[in-house]
Nanobody, 123 residues
Framework: QVQLVESGGGLVQAGGSLRLSCAASGRTFSSYAMGWFRQAPGKEREFVAAISWSGSSTAYTDSVKGRFTISRDNAKNTMYLQMNSLKPEDTAVYYC????????????????WGPGTQVTVSS
């Protein structure tokens, strides 16, 4: 099991940037694939990005490719999501999640979740 806590959310104007962090507790962080998901009001939770345990493999949903970058620092038990060129449609609660094994993009593939952090992009 790994416990997760997100931080770094906030209010930003369109075109701006934010960096989200996901701090994990537990000695086995480096063995987990990690992901970022988001949920806007009235919508289902959706995949944003994921990264393998080593950081060598990443995946992104099409709408954030070229704007968002996922990374991790296993020595710090922390994962990041650098978000640039933010758009109002990026407004959502952002969640980090962890799963043992390989990168997956499905919400149902992840059993460990943080409480979420709100990102609001104003137009």
């Amino acid at each position: 099991q790994v416990q997760l806590v997100e931080s770094g959310g906030g209010l930003v104007q369109a075109g701006g940037s934010l960096r989200l962090s996901c701090a994990a507790s537990g000695r086995t962080f480096s063995s987990y694939a990690m992901g970022w998901f988001r949920q806007a009001p009235g919508k289902e939770r959706e995949f944003v990005a994921a990264i393998s345990w080593s950081g060598s493999s990443t995946a992104y949903t099409d709408s954030v490719k070229g704007r968002f970058t996922i990374s991790r620092d296993n020595a710090k038990n922390t994962m990041y999501l650098q978000m640039n060129s933010l758009k109002p449609e990026d407004t959502a609660v952002y969640y980090c999640a962890a799963r043992p094994g390989f990168v997956r993009v499905g919400v149902q593939e992840y059993a460990n979740w943080g409480p979420g952090t709100q990102v609001t992009v104003s137009s």
